[in-house]
T-cell receptor, first 113, second 113 residues
Framework: DAGVTQSPTHLIKTRGQQVTLRCSPK?????VSWYQQALGQGPQFIFQ???????QRGNFPDRFSGHQFPNYSSELNVNALLLGDSALYLC????????????FGPGTRLTVT | QQQVKQSPQSLIVQKGGISIINCAYE??????FPWYQQFPGKGPALLIA?????SEKKEGRFTISFNKSAKQFSLHIMDSQPGDSATYFC????????????FGSGTKLNVKP
């Protein structure tokens, strides 16, 4: 039973660029949530997707957007990258909202230079 | 405003000892309280979770104690092992109102052999 997978593992981008991160949920899960984890901090909720729609959103600017596909996989897009966007981006999957029993992927380490 | 406050920030315990990590919350609407374990370079892994209708839940060496009136909950790791050395996060969730998932700031546990 495959768990949550994310790609790529690491990514280096330049300020102002755009980035797309990908997530495949755990088998049987249909809800995907994205988190940003700065070094030494707890994860911060970005948004949650269910039935291909953004269902709720944390306190992140519109530069952060997402998408969910019919197969439940999801993408996180960040535009106009800032140095402060450097972090570990985590995807978590769950079964239907509220989706509190979340299973996390290994994350994508994004470095903005 | 920090929704979930976690302490201590770091903890050193001898092998075989008891590790205790504490969390406090303010929002009485929270009704699901999980603990996550995170190893370096990995995503958080769900360890154990509790609902406020019980005061204690035990799974193997891990126990959650919950005090609803004080709005506090804690993780106890009995017979701590070097393999338990990781960062632990508490979290709180309001499942009824489709609210967001709030994490504590984390506790870095080091179990000395």
């Amino acid at each position: 039973d495959a768990g949550v997978t994310q790609s790529p593992t690491h990514l280096i981008k330049t300020r102002g660029q755009q980035v797309t991160l990908r997530c495949s949920p755990k088998s049987g899960h249909d809800t995907v949530s994205w988190y940003q984890q700065a070094l030494g901090q707890g994860p911060q909720f970005i948004f949650q997707y269910y039935e291909e729609e953004e269902r709720q959103r944390g306190n992140f600017p519109d530069r952060f957007s997402g998408h969910q596909f019919p197969n439940y996989s999801s993408e996180l897009n960040v535009n106009a990258l800032l140095l402060g966007d450097s972090a570990l981006y985590l995807c978590a999957s769950s079964l239907r909202p509220p989706g509190h029993e979340q299973y996390f992927g290994p994350g994508t380490r994004l470095t903005v230079t | 405003q920090q929704q979930v406050k976690q302490s201590p920030q770091s903890l050193i315990v001898q092998k075989g000892g008891i590790s205790i990590i504490n969390c406090a919350y303010e929002n009485t609407a929270f009704d699901y309280f999980p603990w996550y374990q995170q190893f370096p370079g990995k995503g958080p892994a769900l360890l154990i979770a509790i609902r406020p209708d019980v005061s204690e839940k035990k799974e193997g060496r891990f126990t959650i104690s919950f005090n609803k009136s004080a709005k506090q909950f804690s993780l106890h790791i009995m017979d701590s092992q070097p393999g338990d050395s990781a960062t632990y996060f508490c979290a709180a969730f309001d499942t009824g109102n489709f609210n967001k998932f709030y994490f504590g700031s984390g506790t870095k546990l080091n179990v000395k052999p």
